[in-house]
């Protein structure tokens, strides 16, 4: 697929957006500066490496912990459920909400089921999914995707928010925030009371204990998790990590990359069902194990380390692009850097070919990224095979020949120097000339020099001897 350019004109060329934007991640950017300095966290880069370190070896012996944490979870009460695809995991929950007489859910945010339209799918069977994070409640009431990882209505204003409620809930047009929000928590809580199944996402995936773990803000998810009689739990088989005493690297990482708090509000260990002691918790636990085609990216030893993402966000508040275009522009649910890299390996390089390519390989996203994923040498590596692809399908032929005539005048300096004075000549009527007016269009092209580096060089020897 082409990239949508009208629809990232669109983006590009609206304030309000572009404002919306640029505000939210630059307010991302400072707090996330502010808890990771060497004032602050001295052993930050210590803790960059170590979550590397440990991402690398749990993705190595993938199966292995996956097997310890499914019969650790098993030993605690709970199921685990391998899903293949999305639809395994859909059909799994439709199946047993049948069997339950279940007709709504309350869902907490989780990526991954956004990454396999999880709410549309069950829909479609009339089982009604309600999203309980505030932000993910206003973009489902709003029909929209999320447009960051971690805050999905990153691009809507109170007023926008305001529209959405009114016109989907027939509330009064409020603007204040506060007053929004306690209207959408009282419409909320009476989900929460009414729902039997709770679905939550899971940061990570303790091996050794069995437990998941839930990072959030809100408090939502440790109700969608602890109101209704059964949690089921939707996870990336990647999410796993060995020990207990790894989350604490982790944990240390993810607020301060994600939104700059030194930890999250909430952070929820929940292992299997309630215990016969216990007076709050699910009656029934499900962990949906997802593969979705993350096995097909552990077969290139370079590429798998996509797999170490922790979802904090922070290549995307970093991302020029991404700041530019926004969110929606990119073909799946992963935006920014991370989208870049991982929906062209889920997808195959063939699908949006244009994606690797949308990045000025700065190299920010790397920087901040706090699991130390060298996304920009993935950027090149998957631009080397959708190249080669196209090349095979006789595609780029054109630009290999324009490469290859500069590479001929290039070495021969007569020739070259007479186009370059032609050139310069003809330089200032560049963005009149039909095909490049587009391409004009969106760069200042500088002053052509007053004379060639050659002749600059020249003069300057001949003054030299001149003076000596
Ligand atoms: S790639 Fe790194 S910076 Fe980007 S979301 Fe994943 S963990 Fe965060």
């Given at each position: 697929m082409k990239a949508p350019e009208t629809e990232i004109q669109q983006a590009v060329d609206d304030p309000r957006l572009q404002l919306a934007i640029y505000t939210a991640t630059r307010r991302l950017i400072d707090h996330r500066a502010g808890v990771v300095s060497d004032e602050v966290l001295p052993h930050y880069q210590d803790l960059r490496n170590e979550a590397n370190a440990i991402k690398k070896h749990t993705i190595e012996n993938l199966d292995y912990y996956l097997e310890q944490l499914e019969s650790n979870?098993?030993?605690h009460g709970g199921n685990v459920v391998f899903c293949r695809t999305g639809q395994e995991a859909a059909d799994f929950v439709l199946d047993l909400a049948k069997q339950r007489g279940v007709h709504m859910l309350v869902k907490s945010k989780s990526m991954t089921s956004e990454e396999i339209h999880f709410n549309e799918r069950l829909e479609k069977h009339h089982l009604e999914a309600v999203e309980t994070d505030l932000g993910e409640y206003i973009l489902q009431l709003a029909h929209q995707r999320?447009?960051?990882i971690v805050a999905p209505a990153l691009h809507l204003t109170r007023y926008d928010v305001a529209d959405v409620f009114t016109k989907e809930l027939g509330a009064e047009n409020e603007v204040v925030i506060e007053k929004q929000t306690k209207f959408a928590r009282g419409v909320l809580r009476q989900k929460f009371l009414q729902a039997d199944i709770g679905v939550s996402g899971a940061n990570f995936l303790i091996a050794d204990s069995g437990a998941i773990v839930v990072v959030e803000n809100e408090g939502n998810a440790r109700l969608s998790t602890s109101a209704p009689k059964i949690h089921i739990a939707i996870a990336g088989i990647e999410k796993v990590i060995p020990r207990a005493q790894d989350?604490?690297?982790?944990l240390n990482?993810?607020?301060?990359?994600a939104t700059g708090q030194p930890l999250t509000v909430y952070t929820s260990f929940l292992s299997g069902p309630r215990r016969a002691t216990e007076i709050d918790g699910p009656d029934e636990f499900?962990?949906?194990?997802l593969d979705n085609g993350r096995t097909k990216l552990l077969e290139d030893p370079e590429k798998r380390q996509s797999l170490y993402c922790i979802r904090c966000g922070a290549c995307l508040n970093h991302c020029p692009v991404y700041r530019k275009i926004g969110g929606h522009n990119y073909p799946w649910v992963y935006s920014g850097p991370i989208g870049a890299i991982i929906t062209p390996q889920f997808h195959g390089v063939t699908e949006d070919t244009w994606l690797p390519f949308a990045s000025s390989l700065c190299g920010a996203c790397a920087e901040v990224c706090p699991v130390k994923i060298e996304i920009p040498k993935l950027l090149i590596?998957?631009?080397e095979e959708v190249t080669e692809v196209q090349r095979r399908?006789?595609?780029g032929d054109l630009e290999r020949f324009a490469f290859r005539l500069f590479a001929w005048i290039a070495t021969h300096p007569k020739i070259y120097l007479l186009l370059a004075s032609l050139g310069?000549?003809?330089f200032p009527i560049v963005p009149k000339i039909g095909p490049l007016k587009k391409w004009a269009s969106q760069r200042s092209l500088p002053e052509p020099a007053n004379q060639s580096f050659h002749q600059y060089w020249a003069s300057r020897v001949a003054a030299r001897r001149g003076s000596s």
């Open positions: 979870v098993i030993a999320p447009y960051h989350l604490a690297v982790f990482l993810l607020g301060r990359s499900y962990l949906l194990l590596k998957l631009r399908q006789g595609a310069s000549l003809f």
